[in-house]
């Protein structure tokens, strides 16, 4: 019997959007593959949502609910994960692309002698993982993947739009699972901990993302696109340019040095629209591309466009969103 483990993550004690994405992806690989089973695991205390409720679909998830793991340490994770896959007999394990799957997963597949594959892959019509594919090049090319080791770990990049559906169907089991504790364990103390930005939407989370580049002119041009989130309750990305000049924090960077999104809306505003950039929004549902330049790439890859200056229509469309809100 072919059995799936889907890694699912938590920060601060809620599951994240992208783990619960990839759980879905997976059922839906489960479904099409005979007598496939899938299994959770969630490192960690989620003491904000009722597990059950958020996940769709038929399986166990096994919960170590334990203080410790609340922060990511590498150590505790990878001793939780490889012996769950070896009680389990785990042929196949996901991660949602996050930064700790891109710590985590390597070092598994070390450990493991596994396969390890990345990105926006997609998987053959018979259901199983074995066999799958993802655009390279920036989407120029289309390449193949076949994993030739008994174990196979996936990272998955969020799906198009990323629909965190939560289904009726099916029945979801939580049994408790612990950590395996060594007398070292508590030579691994927290040295300092830095809260970057608290309570800032994660863009790979994120519903609505609103990003700019170097159109935006300086740091200071950020200010519409933070108030303009704002109204729409999304989040502020940014291009490589703009991270390079200091105007935003690494963690809002998009595209291929940066992180991979699926919003529902995503809008690029003074995004020329660099072949490295699109690759990381390719899987964003509705593209809203505003630039002075009419020949600007993005707008190949925009459903809908606007050719101006980003100061002249930002503020004009902040002015017209809030009349609208206020109508509500």
């Known amino acids: 019997m072919t059995r799936f483990l889907v890694f699912l993550e938590q920060r601060e004690g809620v599951l994240k959007k992208s783990s619960i994405d990839a759980w879905n992806r997976v ?19 989620v003491d904000r949502q009722p597990i059950g409720d958020l ?35 785990i042929s196949a394990l996901f991660f949602a692309d996050s930064s700790l799957s891109r710590d985590l997963a390597p070092r598994l597949s070390v450990l493991l002698k596994a396969s390890l594959l990345s990105g926006d892959l997609l998987f053959n019509r018979q259901g199983h993982p074995d066999g799958s594919f993802r655009p390279v090049y920036s989407g120029l090319a289309t390449a193949s993947f076949l994993p030739q080791r008994n174990i196979t770990i996936y990272n998955l990049s969020p799906s198009r739009g990323m629909v965190t559906r939560s289904s009726a169907d099916g029945t979801i089991q939580v049994l408790p699972i612990e ?4 007398s070292s364990d508590n030579l691994l103390a927290e040295v300092r901990r830095i809260v970057l930005r608290q309570n800032s939407l994660d863009i ?3 519903g609505i993302i609103v990003a700019g580049g170097r159109g935006m002119g300086s740091s200071a041009g950020f200010a519409l696109l933070e108030e303009l989130a704002a109204l729409l309750g999304g989040a502020v990305g940014a291009s490589r340019f703009a991270v390079d000049e200091g105007w935003r924090p690494h963690a809002e960077q998009i595209g291929q040095t940066g992180k991979t999104v699926a919003p529902q809306l995503y809008f690029a505003c003074g995004v020329s629209g660099a072949p490295q950039h699109l690759a990381g929004v390719a899987s964003s549902a509705i593209v809203v591309a505003i630039n002075s330049d009419h020949d600007a790439p993005v707008f190949q890859v925009a459903d809908f466009g606007i050719v101006g200056d980003v100061h002249l229509v930002l503020p004009k469309l902040i002015e017209a969103l809030k009349e609208f809100l206020k109508k509500k």
């Not at 059922?27 to 205390?45: D, R």
């Not at 150590?75 to 994960?81: G, H, I, K, N, S």
């Not at 950590?179 to 060594?182: A, K, R, V």
């Open 204 to 206: 790979a989370e994120a």
């Open 179 to 182: 950590l395996h504790q060594q």
């Open 55 to 89: 996940l769709a679909g038929d399986g166990v998830v096994y919960h170590a609910n334990e203080e410790l793991l609340r922060p990511y340490r590498q150590e505790f994770y990878t001793r939780l994960v490889t012996s769950l896959i070896k009680q389990e007999s």
């Open 27 to 45: 059922q839906e690989i489960a479904a099409l593959s005979a007598g496939a089973m899938v299994t959770g695991l969630i490192a960690g205390p």
